[in-house]
């Protein structure tokens, strides 16, 4: 079982998602250049979305180099701290990753829940003088069980969601359940640069220069999103049918309302999606719907690039089930912000509210746990 995810989504001039020039991502598609947003970037703007947390109501998890810093509290109220740091010094290389030149960082990020941050304290602290000791038999115990414990289990819906992976412990790798696509325009963009001067409130009336001087870019631009969650292998890496309906859920909430946080000081750039298509589909193959915006899309004459692209997305999606057939789809639902948007194909699949499009693909999930 699969949900999939297409949202057509207008932002006003921004610059959400920067290269290392500090210009808006771009790439090429259908021999033109299109705005671009890395799927990096939409992924931690749904997991950290405050309507993530509040759908899923448990604790997401933490992506850090810092886990020494994070356990040392936690061992300090129990031991003493000159023991604390001898003993996270053996072990944080033992169990996740070796240490960085400093001893207080990891040499790569680390992405752990809750649950685990607490099952390597409790470890830790049954284990205590062998640690302090340096016993490498106890040692070896104590990552073995851990790392039979969380090899393919998580409590936190990001990273069953989003995966994660340790090089030096691949026991711990967790393929994502979810895949996400970079956002890409519909059309032809162009970049736009922004010269601004900033005055310096206490210079002399006789000097008329600037106190600083500079540019910026920017583009603006309507982009196609696409996304996907393998169900199953969610409920797998959570081990919770209920909490892996949540984290469906909360991963559409925090689509909708999740928006880059890249120069929104200077561009205050929040704009919901315009249109948005879910698909709940039994088996088969997946269906991005980037194809539909190869050719890219003009303004109509009335102006304006939503309308454009629905209508173009509208189309490719009749053609897909005419070519492919829709036997595998259990639940396609549509929203629209307009109600007037130029579908035909998916007419009879709109919604009324987010609320009954939520449901719509949400039932269908509940349907296959009652049959299966």
Not at 35 to 58: E, G
Not at 110 to 131: F, G, P
Request: proline fraction near 5%.
């Amino acid at each position: 079982m699969f949900v999939e995810l297409h949202m057509v989504q207008s932002f006003a001039p921004s610059n959400l998602n920067r290269d290392d020039t500090n210009n808006p991502k771009d790439c090429e598609f259908g021999g033109v250049r299109r705005a671009r947003i890395s799927s990096q970037c939409l992924k931690r703007a749904i997991r950290t979305a405050p309507a993530f947390a509040q759908a899923t109501m448990v604790p997401g998890g933490t992506r850090t180099r810092r886990i020494i810093g994070r356990l040392t509290p936690l061992l300090a109220t129990d031991k003493p701290e000159e023991e604390v740091g001898t003993v996270l010094t053996r072990f944080v290389p033992a169990y996740l990753s070796k240490l960085d030149g400093d001893g207080e960082r990891t040499a790569v990020q680390l992405y752990l829940s809750d649950e685990e941050v607490e099952a390597i304290r409790a470890a830790l602290l049954e284990n205590w003088e062998a640690m302090v000791l340096g016993d490498e038999a106890a040692m070896k115990g104590m990552v073995r069980e851990l790392t039979r414990r969380f090899k393919a289990h998580t409590s936190a819906p990001d990273i069953a969601l989003f995966g994660r992976m340790l090089a030096e412990r691949p026991e711990l790798n967790l393929e994502a359940a979810c895949q996400v696509a970079h956002a890409l325009s519909t059309h032809r963009v162009t970049m736009e640069m922004d010269w601004w001067t900033a005055v310096d409130d206490l210079q002399p009336d006789d000097n008329a220069g600037a106190g600083m001087m500079g540019f910026s870019s920017y583009n603006s631009a309507c982009f196609y999103r696409y996304a996907r969650i393998d169900w199953d292998q969610l409920c797998n890496r959570l081990d919770d049918d209920d909490l892996a309906r949540r984290t469906v859920d909360a991963f559409l909430q925090a689509s909708i309302a999740a928006v880059p946080s890249g120069k929104q000081n200077s561009h205050a750039a929040y704009n919901p999606p315009s249109f948005m298509l879910g698909v709940v589909r039994r088996d088969g193959m997946a269906w991005s719907l980037a194809n539909a915006f190869e050719r890219p899309v003009a303004p109509d004459r009335e102006g304006g690039l939503v309308r454009p692209s629905v209508a173009a997305l509208d189309a490719y999606w009749g053609r897909l089930c005419q070519t492919y057939g829709d036997d595998t789809l259990t639940a396609v639902a549509a929203l629209g912000l307009e109600e007037d948007l130029p579908v035909t194909h998916l007419r009879e699949r709109c919604c009324a509210s987010g609320a009954v499009w939520r449901e719509a693909l949400l039932a269908a999930l509940r349907a296959v746990e009652v049959t299966g």
